[in-house]
């Protein structure tokens, strides 16, 4: 099939060519439509693309949302003025008029917003706080203590030290798109600044924050693709010494992110925080593929003469490794399609579109270029090969020498990593995802500390029957929990629907502090709710009086410290009065649960993964025993990685989540490139010590290089805003060079005992129907013995009519006729003797094998293929198999003593 692929590929250059050129072009165009002038290929960073579609925590959500409207508002805050002063006043009441004016915003929520009632001389004067009195000390001093007083407001809509004031701002239509480009937030900061020109502004809240993170994936995608391909080049240029070289793997990588992103812009799928990082994946891996080739085509290139021929037999040399690796790579990605998380399933199936994309394109437009232009590698006696080959050596010394200490610590290594894996916390946050000096986190963090925390959450409580939240006993429990809430070190502050009964309360009784409580009857709560209560009523409890919710604002935003705090919340609901049903809602709420639901699908994905590249291994290597072997040192670099994240406690994210897998689908690809080397070595020399460093000499230049790509690739990501892409970035190139050393160091010290015999050896090897028994020379053997016979000689095809043997030639090679038909002949004066026909399972050239001259001419009279082996190779089969080299001579023996009985009977 790959010698058909390499036929077609050299014979059809051109088409491949236009092929490419069109598709490309499509995919460019689905990208970005020319017509419309308009981009498809979306970017959402959104939370909610982390959030399963469709949960029962999500509808009760959406119910709650429905019903109290959204917790993602956004808060605008000047800091640095003196709130309880004229002209603070003034400020925050020009600056709500500014932005009431804004025809987006449904709700502006402030002091210039929220009444104040107060007892004065016996009267009761009710009027919003910025038109309080602030002319006297006093006046001032009164103005102060109503502030913190007022539960709705303080710490809500100014700071406790009253240098803060706030505006609560509700969007008409959905936050995140009208805060989606900045353009809003640009004009309300305008207006802020026009309004308090001496103020900082500060603005946060979840639409703000998405924005913020989609850009800076953008800018992220911006830097970092034009970077890694720089890195590209210059890798490719340090490999391979010459222009060509990079010009072509770097086309080919282009043209596969291309389609990658264009299938990606058709499939209507934007990109999210997880899956942005597919570009950056499928440059690095197509780079690893694209140097695997193109080495391979310099090494073929300096035995062949021309490049036609060269990318042929190139091409038949690594296709089928790359088919498989690719295979091991991409099973390693689907595995995360167990992920709980959408954001990484959408990472997991464009991440194997790019690696199926760069499969053909690696197999049909690198070698058609190839062949087309030509290249030549870089000399085997440059220095850098010289030291490769140095360090090949030495480290196949080491490895062979300290094979069983290494063996013992990668072994312990692999124990240490999966039980410090046990401690693995998982956690993320959004807001902590941006470096500590972006604006986007300092406005959070400043606001989050004067205010009472910027991180709303719900408690939504149920009675089911209309009035439960005007009877004294509920709401008595009610101001327990909101009281217990308060002292929680995570929360900021608390609002419900208690707090605003206690104020109508308090501004009935005409602002008398005692009762600041909570009424004794449940007529006289409902009155006071029914007629106080107004507009900001609507957000806490229904019309029913059947359903409330208490907003708890947190401090903190880690989806680990929410986890905590929530589970808290939830053990002192149980203890709430039995009528009433509580359930913690938020969005902060999902995606803590969903983060928490990542530990599980990681270890489903990475089990998964680790059976199917497992599977993969063993029919390789056609053995369990040699399958498992080689998944050892894939295992190891896994193990690594979750031992590093439990000993320095970094908790796993959505993206980091994404490593194991990808590691052990990449780091299995030089470790069958070792393999199937060292196979091919040890099958040659007999030798599996001196096969290990043949191995390592001819794999450690490519399998460096490609890791060396492979890291700087992730590295780039270090640059990005995102910490959490910073921490992949970091913690990928870790595990990878830990996947590299294990390829050189452990791998060799696991194979230098082990005999391997590779899928494709066998898969070339088609010896036909019940080879014992149709080939003399195969009897006795077991079907495994023939193969291994079988692929310690070669298989040849010959032509019609080639001259296999000839008469009185030195030569001891032995041929059994696989298929085909062969003739033994000998010219006596003159005149052609034929001597017999041979077909399937005849040995011929036995007598060359035992020292004497050819006696012989043998010919083929049809298109034949042939076993061949020689002294030498029966020497080594002696030493490694003596089992079946004793078989063979035994049947050797058969054969010549029936031949000869044979020729006594035609003489006699
Ligand atoms: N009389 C014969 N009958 C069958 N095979 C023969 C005969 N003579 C020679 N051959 C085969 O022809 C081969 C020529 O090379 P060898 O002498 O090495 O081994 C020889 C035999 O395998």
Redesign the pocket.
């Known amino acids: 099939m790959i010698k058909a692929l390499s036929y077609w590929v050299s014979t059809h250059t051109r088409q491949i060519l236009v092929l490419v050129l069109v598709l490309s072009a499509l995919a460019a165009v689905s990208i970005y439509n020319p017509v419309e002038r308009a981009w498809h290929l979306d970017i959402d960073a959104s939370v909610d693309r982390l959030l399963p579609a469709s949960h029962p925590d999500r509808d009760f959500y959406e119910q709650t949302r429905r019903l109290f409207g959204g917790d993602d508002v956004v808060i605008l805050a000047l800091s640095g003025i003196d709130v309880v002063s004229e002209q603070g006043l003034q400020t925050i009441e020009n600056l709500t008029h500014a932005l009431r004016a804004l025809p987006q915003l449904r709700q502006v929520q402030s002091l210039a917003t929220v009444s104040n009632a107060r007892n004065r001389d016996g009267f009761l004067d009710v009027d919003v706080f910025t038109r309080m009195p602030v002319d006297s000390e006093q006046a001032r001093h009164q103005l102060r203590a109503d502030l913190s007083n007022n539960a709705l407001v303080n710490r809500h809509l100014v700071s406790a030290d009253g240098r803060l004031a706030a505006f609560v701002l509700s969007a008409r239509e959905d936050p995140s798109t009208l805060f989606a480009d900045g353009e809003f937030e640009r004009q309300i900061r305008q207006l802020a600044a026009d309004a308090a020109p001496q103020a900082r502004v500060l603005m946060t809240g979840a639409p703000l924050v998405k924005s913020a993170l989609t850009q800076a994936v953008v800018e992220q995608l911006r830097f970092t693709t034009p970077v890694i391909f720089a890195l590209v080049a210059g890798i490719l240029l340090l490999a391979f010494h010459n222009l060509r070289s990079v010009i072509m793997p770097t086309l080919t990588i282009m043209v596969a992110l291309l389609w990658t992103l264009g299938i990606v812009a058709a499939s209507g799928i934007s990109l999210n925080l997880v899956s942005s990082i597919v570009p950056p994946v499928v440059i690095t891996l197509g780079l690893a593929a694209c140097m695997h080739v193109v080495s391979e085509f310099h090494v073929v290139r300096r035995r062949v003469d021309d490049k036609l021929s060269a990318t042929r037999q190139a091409l038949q040399n690594i296709g089928l490794p790359l088919i498989l690796t690719s295979v091991t790579t991409a099973a390693g990605f689907l595995a995360l399609l167990l992920n709980p998380l959408p954001a990484v399933r959408e990472f997991a199936v464009f991440a194997a579109t790019g690696v199926a994309v760069t499969l053909v394109l690696t197999l049909t437009f690198l070698p058609a270029m190839l062949s087309m232009v030509d290249c030549a590698g870089p000399s085997p006696d440059a220095p850098g090969a010289r030291l490769f080959r140095w360090a090949a050596e030495q480290l196949a010394a080491f490895s062979l020498r300290f094979r069983h200490p290494i063996i013992f610590a990668g072994v312990a290594c692999l124990l240490f990593g999966l039980i410090s894996a046990t401690g693995i916390r998982v956690g993320t946050g959004y807001v902590s995802g941006f470096a500590p000096d972006h604006p986007v986190r300092l406005d959070y963090e400043a606001i989050n500390q004067q205010l009472g925390g910027a991180n709303p959450f719900s408690i939504v409580l149920e009675g089911f029957v209309p009035d439960t939240f005007v009877e004294p006993d509920i709401l008595t429990a009610l101001e327990a929990l909101q009281a217990w809430l308060d002292m929680q070190p995570e929360v900021g502050t608390t609002q419900s629907l208690v707090d605003h009964l206690k104020l109508i309360n308090r501004s009935f009784n005409d602002g008398d502090p005692r009762f600041d409580r909570i009424p004794e009857s449940r007529s006289e709560i409902k009155q006071l709710l029914l007629f106080g209560g107004g507009n900001a009523l609507n957000g806490l409890v229904d019309k029913r009086f059947a359903t409330t919710q208490i907003v708890v604002r947190a401090r903190v935003e880690d989806s680990a410290a929410i986890k905590q705090l929530i589970d808290r919340i939830d053990e002192r609901l149980a203890r709430l009065p039995r009528r009433l049903e509580a359930t913690v809602t938020g969005n902060t709420v999902l995606v803590t649960n969903t983060v928490e639901d990542i530990a599980s699908g990681q270890w489903l994905s990475v089990g998964v993964a680790a059976i199917i590249v497992y599977i993969i291994l063993s029919m390789l290597f056609t053995s369990w025993r040699v399958g498992a072997m080689a998944l050892m040192p894939n295992l190891l670099p896994v193990a690594v990685y979750f031992g590093t994240l439990g000993l320095f406690d970094i908790s796993l994210n959505p993206t980091t989540s994404l490593i194991a897998c990808i590691v052990l689908g990449v780091a299995v690809d030089d470790t069958i490139h070792f393999l199937v080397r060292f196979n091919a070595e040890a099958r040659a020399r007999a030798d599996e010590k001196g096969a290990v460093a043949a191995a390592l000499r001819s794999v450690i230049r490519p399998v460096t290089f490609t890791t060396i790509a492979l890291c700087s690739g992730f590295l780039v990501l270090c640059f990005s805003e995102l910490q959490n892409q910073v921490q992949f970035g970091a913690l990928a190139a870790f595990t990878l060079a830990v996947a590299w050393f294990t390829d050189v160091m452990f791998t060799p010290a696991l194979s230098s005992g082990v005999r391997i015999v590779t899928l494709w050896d066998v898969l070339r090897l088609d010896l036909g129907e019940d080879p014992q028994l149709s080939i003399p020379l195969l009897k006795d053997l077991t079907s495994r013995q023939a193969r291994t016979f079988a692929l310690l000689s070669d298989l040849q095809e010959v032509d019609a009519g080639t001259r296999v043997?000839t008469?009185g030639d030195d030569a001891d090679d032995v041929y059994v006729i696989v298929d085909g038909e062969l003739k033994?002949w000998v010219e006596r004066d003159g005149e052609r003797r034929d001597?017999?026909t041979?077909r399937r399972g005849a040995?011929?050239?036995?007598?060359?094998?035992f020292g004497?001259?050819?006696?012989?001419?043998?010919d083929a009279l049809t298109p034949a293929r042939l076993l061949k082996f020689n002294g030498s190779d029966l020497e080594n089969m002696r030493q490694r198999y003596p089992r079946i080299a004793a078989t063979i001579y035994r049947n050797l023996n058969l054969i010549q003593a029936q031949?000869l009985v044979?020729?006594t009977r035609?003489v006699q």
């Open positions: 043997i008469e033994a001597l017999a041979m040995v011929t050239g036995e007598v060359g094998l004497s001259k050819r006696t012989a001419n043998v031949r044979n020729t035609m």
